[in-house]
Structures are given as structure tokens and as C-alpha cells.
T-cell receptor
Framework: EDQVTQSPEALRLQEGESSSLNCSYT??????LFWYRQDPGKGPEFLFT???AGEEKEKERLKATLTKKESFLHITAPKPEDSATYLC??????????FGAGTRLTVKP | DSGVTQTPKHLITATGQRVTLRCSPR?????VYWYQQSLDQGLQFLIQ???????AKGNILERFSAQQFPDLHSELNLSSLELGDSALYFC?????????????FGAGSRLTVL
């Protein structure tokens, strides 16, 4: 069965304290792995797509990496405005996008 | 504004009632997805349509149904509502079902069942 597991569930950082979020997955086939950001009460917002092991993508303070079994979202020198829930999703086939439960990130000034 | 429009934004109703949630996809997108997000839970995939046809089904209850119309807007019908149906319901759209599909989400419809 296709599964997506994110850890930790919650992460509290001080401003400037770098860290990583993990997304491990088990799928029969992978068309893409996605990272989204969700602010409270709003819809998820797309961040990155990763297609194959070894691929990396960067955007401002965020960097996403992918291996055959997991993906990491690295946050470098985070700011309070980076506080949000970060969702990982996998697309096993043509249809169906499976999301993890998310990591709730809080960055304190 | 993501380009995906969901109505209503908020809905309060009683147990046993029926409601309809509406979604207009982003211009040019043919595929519509529905997700349920309960308090402290992740996004649960309900159902997906592509150009009017059902393409994938997730953990959608038999009390729930959906359709996509010729103008590509979609409706999610929830009937015999229970307290546990209280949640945020998100619609998302994508341009196709081939390749890796980036989803664009609407702002959600918050359903409260009393």
C-alpha cells in the first residue's frame, strides 16, 4: 500500500537555527514527490517537485532533496515567516496524490 | 488568489442534513481533486475527476458523491451529515493527469456539523 510518513510532527526552531524535515515513502511507482506549504486555514501552496533520486531543488531558504526512499526539506537560517505546516505528497501513478500528515514548523524570533 | 474558487467558505449545518460544495478550477485545468482535512489530520484524498470523468477514488464515504460538469466546475455532495464530517474540504486542480501533476488548491470550504 502506498504510504507517506513525515517526521517530526512538530518542530520548534529559533530564528536562524537550521534544520531538516523528513518525508519517507513507500509507493509502487513514483511519478513525482511534491512539497507544499500550508498556512493555518488556507489551502496548500506548491513549493517543489522532485522526480528522481539525487535530484535537488532550492528556493530561498528551502532546499529539497530526494533519495529512493525519502525526501528531506532543509531549512537554512529560518525566519518567523517560515512558520507553517509543510506537506509532502507522492504521486504513485497517473492519478491520485497522497499526502503525508505534515510537519508543523514554528520559528521563534 | 490561486485561481481555484471554492464556495461557500463557511457552512454550518445540522446532523442528518445534506450540503453541496462547489469548486471552479483554475482556467485551463481539466482535472479536479477533492480532499478532506480534519482537525490535526492530514489531507485525505476523496476523489478525482478529469474532463468530466471519474479517474480515481480514495477514502470517500458512500454518503458523499461528486461530479464534474461540462464547464469543468465540480460539486461535492455530502449527505446524512454526521458530527465527524466537520472538516475543511479542499478542491485542487491540475492541467492534466499525465506526468507529475502540480496541484493548485482553493482556499477551502469549512464545514461545521452541529
Amino acid at each position: 500500500e502506498d504510504q507517506v510518513t513525515q517526521s517530526p510532527e512538530a518542530l520548534r526552531l529559533q530564528e536562524g537555527e537550521s534544520s531538516s524535515l523528513n518525508c519517507s515513502y513507500t509507493v509502487s511507482g513514483l511519478r513525482g514527490l511534491f512539497w507544499y506549504r500550508q498556512d493555518p486555514g488556507k489551502g496548500p501552496e506548491f513549493l517543489f517537485t522532485l522526480y528522481s533520486a539525487g535530484e535537488e531543488k532550492e528556493k530561498e531558504r528551502l532546499k529539497a532533496t530526494l533519495t529512493k526512499k525519502e525526501s528531506f526539506l532543509h531549512i537554512t537560517a529560518p525566519k518567523p515567516e517560515d512558520s507553517a505546516t509543510y506537506l509532502c505528497a507522492v504521486q504513485p501513478g497517473h492519478n491520485d496524490m497522497r499526502f503525508g500528515a505534515g510537519t508543523r514548523l514554528t520559528v521563534k524570533p | 488568489d490561486s485561481g481555484v474558487t471554492q464556495t461557500p467558505k463557511h457552512l454550518i449545518t445540522a446532523t442528518g442534513q445534506r450540503v453541496t460544495l462547489r469548486c471552479s478550477p483554475r482556467s485551463g485545468d481539466l482535472s479536479v481533486y477533492w480532499y478532506q482535512q480534519s482537525l490535526d489530520q492530514g489531507l485525505q484524498f476523496l476523489i478525482q475527476y478529469y474532463n468530466g470523468e471519474e479517474r480515481a477514488k480514495g477514502n470517500i464515504l458512500e454518503r458523499f458523491s461528486a461530479q464534474q460538469f461540462p464547464d469543468l466546475h465540480s460539486e461535492l455532495n455530502l449527505s446524512s451529515l454526521e458530527l465527524g464530517d466537520s472538516a475543511l474540504y479542499f478542491c485542487a486542480s491540475s492541467i492534466s493527469t499525465s506526468g507529475a501533476n502540480v496541484l493548485t488548491f482553493g482556499a477551502g470550504s469549512r464545514l461545521t456539523v452541529l
